[in-house]
């Protein structure tokens, strides 16, 4: 049994930051995604589907696999918060077969760069500019490794 930690959040201690958690309705990303949230953060977060937990004002419906998916993440983060100072990050895995990589085909191959690279290379293309405007923001990126 885990047991359950307490603690005390400041729930200013993120007011005025503007910030996007990708896959934040679930597991890791869902806590980092709360925990801002408590905290007093004007937040956002993606995934494919709409999750029936999350107001869908902080939510943004897109495939980041897709070039589609992240221009329209970076358009809706950018008008629903007026700009972002904190990118956290959390997408990433594989739906690969089992097998290792003979039996990986390039499609498997491009499916996963796509989600695992290529979508985090263009978030951080499409809101980095913002950040170096004002001069200030932070950009995490979280690498999962899942045997």
Same mark, same amino acid.
Request: aromatic share 4%; charged share 20%.
């Given at each position: ?25 679930? /597991?890791?990303? =869902?806590? $980092?995604? %709360?925990? #801002?949230?408590?905290? !007093? ?27 589609? /998916?992240?221009? =329209?993440? $970076?358009? %809706?983060? #950018?008008?629903?918060? !007026? ?65």
């Amino acid at each position: 049994m885990i047991a359950k930690a307490n603690f005390n959040i400041d729930p200013n201690e993120f007011n005025g930051n503007k910030i996007l958690v990708t896959a934040g309705t679930k /597991g890791a990303g =869902k806590a $980092i995604f %709360e925990r #801002l949230f408590k905290g !007093g953060a004007s937040i956002v977060t993606t995934a494919r589907t709409q999750p029936t937990d999350i107001d869908p004002k902080q939510f943004i419906q897109a495939d980041l696999s897709t070039k589609a /998916g992240t221009d =329209k993440v $970076i358009k %809706e983060t #950018l008008e629903r918060l !007026g700009g972002i100072d904190i990118l956290i990050n959390n997408l990433g895995g594989s739906e690969s077969p089992a097998g290792g990589v003979m039996v990986l085909s390039d499609e498997d191959w491009e499916a996963a760069l796509q989600t695992n690279l290529l979508a985090a290379v263009r978030l951080d293309r499409g809101l980095l500019p913002t950040m170096l405007n004002q001069k200030q923001g932070v950009i995490v990126h979280i690498l999962v490794h899942t045997a």
